[in-house]
């Protein structure tokens, strides 16, 4: 019985426990209904909260419904529910995204957000409702744009918080059970056209490899994910060792970074080449994410090339040659602009003039002013004029609650940064220099513009990402460093 198989995977993976407060994504379509009864049926052997969140992306005209029906469902399940409404095309647009990946970021910061809004001390989960059809074709997906074996191990059952319960059975499993018992589900019609990847992966590859060629394939494909995640394992475990053997973290030319040697790397297997280079990129980098083989080839290549010789990588890596094997470092997007003042703190007066349509400049040094302009513009007009100049930055005026202060750095200074993930997370001022190579002697000069410790831009180098305008912003607050020759 399928409620049976999933609740022995539940409990096999340790994915939910007695108490545990679990947010579930709940779209209407068979799968994730069909989670939600599995999460229910769990619920009356064990004392679990469930609170369910529907994601309406607004790209539908019918997206309304399938709100309306989930919430209805909860209702009759006494279940928590939250519906989050975005739109989410004008954000990919905005964000210059697909919306396929626009979309993702909105549902996992909803869920994220929910939870820690109301688990309270409770242990929280994030259930997903991919089952094996999804994990074949993550597969496939990874396996024609390249990449590791990592890659082609399918999609976890448990990572970190978040869970898959249905992992263990296939999408043609799911509409048997649904429609064995009666039990009815929205059709998005956006998963049925072909305009995303994944979509044609699953209607003219996957499918037609189970109709065609084997029933099983699914099955099959599945089980070689498992062999795959066991042999990544084993992998994982020989790698670690390996690069403590041939890895170590090293200043070069100015620059930090990791430092590959030559004689330790040839001496390895050329499968854990590949993944000592992999962990070096990733550990620069901060993810995995848009690494793939193509790029640990080339770091890989150096080594048989002559000094000096470079290659560019993601995230703005670079991979140098010297003499006794491969430097790999981050260039630095951030270019210090010094200050000569202490600190200067906007007073009442000057936002008063702000909100009345002046700009008011703060003299940074005797060559540079910083402007500051409040500006007002429909959601629309944000989306086209978002400025891409390095020394002009929009920020979000009413997310800024107390005095703005032009300053240096000082203790506890932070900066809030986007993951790979769509999650928001802080950033210590000092970790976020010393990654982007801002050498230590001109730290301590370089002009910030700051809400008590919290840093709204690293002038000439980032915004925080708390204050980005967004699809609710009203005011702007505009940011111009310029040259006091070309002020005059």
């Not at 909860?74 to 095309?89: A, Q």
């Not at 929910?114 to 990874?142: V, W």
């Not at 062999?227 to 620059?255: F, H, M, P, R, W």
């Not at 100049?389 to 506890?412: F, M």
């Amino acid at each position: 019985m399928i409620t049976k198989r999933v609740l022995d995977y539940v409990q096999a993976n340790q994915m939910i426990r007695r108490d545990d407060y679990v947010v579930a994504g709940v779209s209407g379509g068979a799968d994730s209904v069909c989670l939600f009864y599995m999460l229910c049926a769990l619920k009356e052997k064990m004392p679990i909260t469930i609170h369910v969140v529907h994601v309406n992306h607004k790209i539908r005209e019918d997206a309304g419904a399938d709100a309306m029906y989930v919430k209805e469902l909860c209702e009759k399940f006494n279940v928590l529910f939250t519906l989050v409404e975005c739109d989410v095309e004008s954000l990919a647009r905005q964000q210059r995204i697909s919306a396929e990946e626009a979309g993702r970021n909105v549902r996992y910061e909803a869920f994220t957000r929910t939870l820690e809004l109301h688990r309270g001390e409770k242990n929280g989960k994030i259930a997903i409702a991919h089952n094996k059809n999804d994990s074949c074709e993550t597969f496939l997906f990874h396996l024609f744009r390249g990449s590791s074996l990592k890659g082609l191990s399918g999609i976890e059952s448990v990572r970190g918080v978040l869970i898959r319960p249905l992992l263990c059975i296939e999408r043609c499993e799911i509409e048997e059970f649904l429609d064995k018992n009666g039990i009815k589900y929205c059709i998005d019609s956006t998963n049925l056209e072909d305009n995303y990847t994944r979509n044609k992966i699953r209607h003219h590859i996957l499918d037609t490899a189970v109709r065609e060629i084997n029933p099983a394939a699914v099955s099959h494909i599945s089980e070689a994910c498992g062999k795959i995640g066991e042999a990544y394992a084993l992998i994982s475990d020989i790698t670690q060792s390996a690069y403590a053997a041939c890895v170590c973290a090293e200043e070069n030319g100015g620059a930090g970074g990791f430092h590959i040697g030559q004689e330790a790397f040839a001496g390895l297997h050329p499968t854990v080449r590949g993944y000592v280079v992999m962990e070096a990129l990733a550990g620069l980098a901060g993810s995995r994410r848009n690494l793939e083989s193509v790029h640990i080839e080339q770091v890989k290549q150096l080594f048989e090339k002559q000094c000096g010789r470079t290659v560019n990588l993601p995230y703005g890596l670079c991979a140098r040659r010297d003499s006794t094997g491969v430097f790999i470092y981050r260039s630095s997007d951030v270019q210090p602009r010094r200050t000569g003042i202490r600190e200067y703190t906007l007073s009442a007066d000057d936002r008063e003039r702000l909100l009345q349509g002046a700009c008011v400049e703060v003299p940074l040094n005797d060559e540079e002013v910083l402007v500051f302009c409040v500006k007002k513009m429909d959601f629309e007009q944000i989306g086209k004029n978002i400025p891409q100049k390095k020394y002009t930055k929009w920020l979000d005026y009413d997310k800024i609650k107390n005095s703005i202060v032009v300053r240096t750095r000082k203790e506890g200074d932070y900066l809030t940064i986007d993951t790979s993930g769509g999650e928001i997370r802080k950033k210590t001022l000092k970790s976020y220099l010393i990654d982007h190579k801002v050498p230590k002697e001109v730290r301590g000069e370089i002009s910030l513009v700051a809400e008590g410790s919290h840093i709204l831009w690293i002038t000439g180098g980032r915004i925080s990402s708390f204050y980005k305008v967004n699809g609710s912003t009203k005011r702007i607050l505009e940011l111009t460093l310029i040259t006091k020759k070309d002020h005059e």
